[in-house]
């Protein structure tokens, strides 16, 4: 065949598509890309034993973050290893933001900015309930709502309530009968990497500097330094709901993140409607909604938030 030939037919066949990684695929390479590294972790005997998500079940039912600061060469070659393989799948495209979402956020933060301030003594209580779901294995997730009482300062011992809603009963034996049906209370230790109230005050409200700080606090963490900044801005939410003016400046910061986008018709994990916003730099399931009328933070799809407030003792819940 004659390179006149070979052109025609070229121009016959329909072009490729672009290849596009999906989320799904995304997690299976991290997982076996993970796995390959932590078995061959015997070579590196300081390396300390990784928490399993089932045994260690964070504050509202995050995963543990994984370290490899020890392992710099490996993790090295790993992150080669995923930029290659990401770079190839799903191309080079810069995250676009939706000139609609920014004036969403701006408006959230509007509405976040004008409500009253809420006074809140050091011997207090920050008291967050909210629903959502643990998974332990592919057949065992359970649905669980949870209350927490955190000491302002961060200095006292707090507590947390989980109501497990759907999930099996009781068993003596069962290493996550702490899971099982029913309400269980476990005690909140103090810990010095936990962001307090008294934190969230000494913040900046200035949305750039904030911004900033949060980027510098978070360095090291996920996969990007955007979505490391907004797992953190999504932590930071209920808490700040107190605090008009951080509150506002969260949202006016998460707007300066590129890859923000509108979704019409949101609903959170109880299946309240409202509006929401999705970020290319998180996962699909991480959209944050809001009531589409007063613009209050309803949580996301994985997580609802029922209710944030004070409280003068741990266990009790906040007048009014």
């Known amino acids: 065949m004659n390179p006149e030939e070979r052109e025609e037919l070229a121009r016959l066949l329909p072009s490729p598509g672009e290849p596009v990684l999906t ?11 993970m796995r390959e ?7 590196h005997p300081e390396l300390p034993e990784l928490p399993d998500i089932a045994t260690a079940p964070g504050r509202r039912a995050r995963a543990p973050r994984r370290r490899f600061a020890v ?8 992150a080669a290893v995923v930029a290659a393989v990401l770079a190839g799948a799903v191309g080079t495209k810069t995250a676009t933001t939706d000139a609609d979402a920014v004036d969403l956020l701006n408006r959230i933060a509007e509405v976040a900015a004008a409500k009253k301030s809420v006074p809140v003594r050091g011997d207090q209580y920050i008291y967050v309930r909210t629903q959502g779901s643990m998974k332990f294995s592919e057949k065992d997730i359970r649905i669980l709502r949870e209350a927490s ?7 006292g011992a707090g507590l947390r309530r989980v109501t497990v809603l ?6 003596p034996r069962d290493p996550f009968s702490s899971y099982s049906k029913g309400t269980h ?18 913040l900046p409200t200035d949305p750039d500097s904030l911004l900033e ?9 996920g996969q990007t330094r955007e979505s490391a900044a907004l797992e953190k801005i999504g932590d930071m939410l209920p808490d700040a709901t107190l605090l008009p003016e951080l509150d506002a400046a969260l949202y006016r910061a998460a707007a300066k993140i590129p890859g923000v986008s509108v979704v019409t018709d949101a609903k959170d994990y109880t299946g309240r409607p409202g509006i929401g916003l999705s970020f290319k730099e998180r996962d699909g399931r991480t959209v944050w909604v809001f009531d589409k009328k007063s613009l209050d933070f309803l949580g996301s799809a994985d997580e609802a938030l029922l209710d944030v407030g004070v409280a003068d003792k741990a266990g009790e819940t906040p007048a009014g």
Do not use: C
Request: net charge negative; aromatic share 6%; charged share 30%.
């Open 23 to 33: 989320s799904d695929r995304h997690d299976l390479l991290k997982d076996l890309l």
């Open 37 to 43: 590294l932590t078995e061959r972790a015997p070579e």
């Open 71 to 78: 392992i710099a060469v490996p993790l090295a070659t790993a």
């Open 149 to 155: 009482w955190t000491a302002v300062d961060g200095k």
């Open 166 to 171: 759907v999930g099996p009963p009781f068993r």
């Open 185 to 202: 209370d476990m005690r909140l230790s103090p810990d010095p990497n936990v962001t307090t109230f008294r934190d969230l005050q000494a």
């Open 213 to 221: 700080k949060i980027y510098a606090g978070t360095k090291g963490e």
